[in-house]
């Protein structure tokens, strides 16, 4: 059977009073792109956040190829971090860095490599992303659509083996947003990575996810294929497609 790159079993987060994860438990299978949905504060980013390590369950835990990631020692930590990379909404770009610089980053900070090797790998993925000649330029000198190519390009360029994606095409118009999820998906099968998006894009990420999961009141309420999900009964799930996609989608 095949073994799941991240597992969650049964994670539990509080803040103060307030329960955000009522025991989530779901594998996230290598090679394929999750996506999570949901309505807004039903802890979509916290269960990003989780897996980035960014923040601890109060109870359950979070597994790397079955290897529970707090009893991960510090070396192994490391790894597995350098194996992650993320693409926050509003693309988080630094406005003091060129593009080049931003891009860069990731490599200057979590590897060792030589700046040759990382001007030839900035480079590679400048031209994939068709961003060449941007190099020199700076965040606020180029449009939102390229910042996102930018972002991805950062999130990429590492070869990470998982990529989150948080809401990556929040503030774009319908062209451009197809535009990232088109990207997502080729570049997903061209490198391989596993993807995980946390996306309000109904049905548009239906496209490019073959793994959905909604979350509702901190669990969740429905696990499958994006086929599956077109046709599930569940009343609260039917309720948030509609709600979502309106009636170009269901009915
Ligand atoms: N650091 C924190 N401290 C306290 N409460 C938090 C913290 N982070 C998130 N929350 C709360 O957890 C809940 C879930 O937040 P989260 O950002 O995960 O929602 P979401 O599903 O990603 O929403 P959206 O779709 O709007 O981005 C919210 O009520 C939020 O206020």
Redesign the pocket.
């Known amino acids: 059977m095949e073994t799941p790159l991240i597992r969650l079993v049964n994670v539990h987060k509080r803040?103060g009073n307030k329960t955000?994860l009522r025991g989530i438990s779901l594998d996230i299978m290598e090679g394929k792109t999750t996506a999570i949905i949901?309505k807004?504060?039903?802890?979509?980013?916290?269960l990003l956040k989780h897996i980035i390590g960014l923040m601890q369950p109060n109870g359950g835990e979070i597994l790397y190829r079955e290897k529970p990631i707090k009893e991960m020692s510090r070396e192994e930590t490391r790894v597995f971090r350098n194996k992650m990379s993320y693409m926050f909404q509003g693309c988080a770009l630094f406005d003091s860095l060129n593009i080049f610089e931003n891009i860069a980053l990731p490599l200057k900070e979590g590897t060792q490599l030589s700046p040759s090797e990382i001007k030839k790998m900035v480079g590679e993925r400048l031209r994939q992303l068709d961003l060449e000649g941007t190099e020199n330029q700076y965040p606020s000198q180029i449009s939102g659509g390229m910042m996102k190519r930018v972002a991805m390009a950062r999130a990429l360029v590492t070869n990470p083996e998982l990529v989150l994606f948080d809401?990556p095409t929040t503030g774009l118009d319908p062209i451009r947003k197809n535009a990232v999820h088109s990207m997502i998906a080729s570049y997903q099968k061209e490198l391989g990575f596993t993807a995980l998006v946390?996306s309000?894009e109904i049905p548009d990420i239906f496209h490019i996810a073959q793994n959905i999961i909604m979350l509702d009141e901190g669990q969740i309420v429905f696990s499958g294929s994006s086929e599956e999900i077109q046709t599930c009964e569940t009343p609260v799930v039917r309720q948030f497609l509609r709600g979502e996609a309106g009636s170009m989608f269901i009915d």
């Not at 807004?40 to 916290?46: I, P, R």
């Open positions: 803040f955000v949901g807004s504060g039903e802890g979509k980013s916290v809401e946390v309000h």
